[in-house]
């Protein structure tokens, strides 16, 4: 079970999901409610959260429950939405399609909507924004595949909610779930203490070669020969990896760094064909996973059996998982 | 004013970029620059005189206090408007609040700034009335809250929802909390149609108070393009203009633009340049290269700045004001129009003359007319040109190259080119010298301009420029026996 415990030592936590109606909402309304009126919580969103009905897909969703005394962020035309007796403490600048994000203090307990911004520089420094109006501890809800956001700059820890909406098969939810915790548990690199504004940096033997322009990593590995370590700036997708592990070229033991675990956006077929080659994923910013809560009701119909998805998840995955109905 | 497309070309987008504001009010009067006409003298010597105060209270602490919390305001003039006709929400009702609030700030440093500069037209007041419909318990800090104390209703609705959410907090069992959530809902409606109520009152309250508002938003804007004008004139060190009836002088004038350009090219420094014109045509010749063009686009520049209410380029300035500023020039070819060149320009000189005859007072800068066709037929038309505009209501200088056009003209300068120049020396520094041949003869040139006494001296700048450009030997005899 979720506890207070594993949220305690962080000041911005953010909660990331494997699909749509993963139960974030459920695992944000849970961290909410273990904090009492003594702690100034901070909530906002990347996109939009906390509506009845999922807008895309039509399926009944939980609404996002805030005590007195918290401290929302969120889009100007969602306030009406909020049924708490508002304070207006500030306004921000940032715009989204939904109206210019405004701090509101929530006077009394209440409903709200929240529809943050979507750029990673905003969540920051509107993570800011919040901890000046007096905000504690900031939790941030994620949107669909928005893992950008578990980023280290914007908060210190992360939750990842897997649930059974995934896939109606709970052999490819776990699969799948545990690929993720294995790309977001990434080491930081030894070699790469800081990351460069160019395309790609190689460590051969005794050489740093820096490479500005866009070039296929293949062609690069086999013009320059003992590579020990590749960085590559921004994304890593599997369209980049595929022709080079197809390649031939000899991989065992070299390390392949990006900035932070969200920039790997490969499938788990092509990170066994990794591990297998012997070729190391490192990142420059490692991400703070504290535990992957799982959702055993499927939106769509479908529910898997709670106490099967939890131990067959604690079982593939190295980090602590919770039942995210578990008590409700 | 002048036509867009000489905009960048004279260098007046440049010296607008130049122009800083703090708050988005003085930067939409920078976006929509207005251009003062003549029958407008008055304001623009209010302007002018606003500016050449601010211009001396730079280092003033309430100076640098105003740009400061200048920065700080947010546009909310949408709001005011809806004052009168709709009901503003809270986030609406914050951002009204909170200007009120920086107006509390702002109204007793502009106070004691003025008390200084005695700047004309400009009022900025402390609303203080509209500020306690907002804030009735006079807490001034930036946050806002319908309160309850404004309704007894509201204030009820609210502690029985408060309640209810203590019950529901502590309550383990789901059908009561659901029902527990249903009743609470009651007074969520309640509390909401109270605050709709409170919302709608509290917007009839401030509505007398909005057209204040708005003059207020009015004054800063104008306040606030007034000392982003003055900084652009303390930085690039721009006199107060003279304003005169038909007079034109400009004294060691510069195009900041074209400075830039030199700047950042070769690290050289533009030449200053002087220029008197009066009512009728005046020519300037001289050498390529020498900078004609520039001079029409630094005189150009300056009645532009000028009539927009900008401190002039140069050391001093005595300026008319015109009704329109006309450019002919062939080089901004209007090939997208299908005009060749010399279709452009005529058009363009049929066009100004046309606009001269018609209106007011007008300023007029003419490039090398005719440049592109046979220089018998060129010559014909620039001296037509220039006699028949000397009668006109306007100021002229005509850019040219032809020999014998000056006589026709009321007077005429002359950039001073290579004229000063030791030609055997130069030729010698070409020679021995790896830099661009093209960047010796610039360094060379003189780029001053100077009144011609006697205009039957023509020089022939040409000849020089294409020898020391190396033009090939056998060539060089051939153009020298056509001379």
Known sequence: MLTRAHIEPYDAISIIGMCKNAGKTTVLNKMLSLFDTNTTLGVTSIGMDGETIDIVTSTKKPEIYVRA???????????????????????????T????????????????????????????LLNEILKKEGANKVFIDGAISRRSLSAPLVSEATILCAGASYS???????????????????????????????????????????????????????????????????????????????????????????EDASKFLISSGTADKIKKKGMQLTVLRTINLIGVAVNPFNAYGMSLSASELLSRMSNAVHVPVFDVLAGS | MIDEKYMDEIGFTFVKNEIETCSPYGAELKRKLR???????????????????????????????????????????????????????????????????????????FDTLNAKLELSGITIN????????????????????????????????????????LQINSCTDAKRRESLLLKRAEFVAMEDAEETALKRNLCMELRPYAQEMLSTVG?????????????????????????????????NMFNPAVAYAIKSRSGGNFTPLSIELEMGASVLTGANMGGKSIVLYTIALNALCIQAGIFPF???????????????????????????????????????????????????????????????????????????????????????????????????????????TDMYGLKKRIDNSNKSRISIIEEAMSYGVYLVEDSSIVPHDALSICELLGTNPLLMNYIKKHY
């Open chain 2, 126 to 165: 402390r609303i203080s009335a509209a500020l306690d419909i907002l804030d009735p318990e006079k807490k001034r800090n930036p946050a806002f809250m319908l309160s309850g104390a404004l309704s007894e209703k509201l204030s009820y609705a609210r502690e029985q929802k408060r309640l209810i959410e």
């Open chain 1, 69 to 95: 005394n918290t401290i929302i962020a969120t889009a100007a035309n969602l306030v009406k939405f909020c049924d708490i007796t508002k304070e207006i403490l500030a306004t921000t600048g940032m715009l």
């Open chain 1, 168 to 258: 109606p098969d709970i052999n490819t939810l776990i699969t799948d779930t545990a690929h993720i915790c294995e790309l977001l548990l990434l080491n930081r690199s030894e070699r790469f203490k800081h990351g460069f504004d160019k395309h790609m940096a190689l460590y051969t033997k005794d050489d740093c070669i820096i490479i500005q322009r866009e070039t296929a990593l293949c062609d690069v590995l086999r013009k320059n020969s003992n590579v020990a370590a590749v960085f590559l700036k921004g994304a890593v997708t599997d369209a980049m990896l595929k022709p080079l592990l197809m390649s031939g070229i000899k991989l065992n033991g070299m390390e392949l760094c990006a």
């Open chain 2, 219 to 251: 004054s800063i804007a104008k306040l606030d393009f007034s000392m982003a004008k003055a900084a652009l004139a303390v930085k690039y060190g721009c006199p107060m203009p003279h304003i005169t009836d038909k007079r034109l002088v400009l004294t």
């Open chain 2, 314 to 420: 140069a050391n001093s300035c005595e300026m008319p004001l015109f009704d329109n500023i006309y450019m002919v020039s062939g080089a901004t070819g209007d090939y997208n129009k299908g005009l060749s060149s010399f279709g452009s320009e005529i058009t363009q000189l049929n066009d100004a003359i046309s606009g001269i005859e018609a209106s007011g007072f007008s300023l007029m800068l003419v490039d090398e007319l005719a440049r592109g066709t046979n220089p018998d037929e060129g010559a014909a038309i620039v001296k037509g040109a220039v006699e028949y505009v000397c009668d006109m209501r306007c100021i002229s200088l005509f850019a040219t190259h032809y020999d014998g056009v000056a006589p026709f003209a009321d007077r005429q300068y002359r950039v001073k080119g290579l004229c000063d």
């Open chain 1, 97 to 124: 399609p939904m109206g210019e994000v405004a701090v509101i203090r929530a006077v009394s307990d209440g409903y709200v909507r929240i529809g943050g911004p979507s750029m990673t520089g905003q969540l920051i």
């Open chain 2, 35 to 109: 251009f003062f006409k003549p029958e407008e003298r008055g304001l623009l010597l209010e302007e002018l005189e606003n500016i050449n105060k601010l211009c001396k209270a730079q280092e003033l602490p309430e100076y640098k206090k105003i740009s400061h919390m200048l920065m700080s305001l947010k546009d909310i003039r949408r709001s005011i408007v809806s004052i009168d006709s709709l009901t503003l929400n809270e986030i609406e009702l914050f951002e009204i609040k909170r200007f009120l609030l920086q107006l509390d700030t702002i109204a007793p440093l």
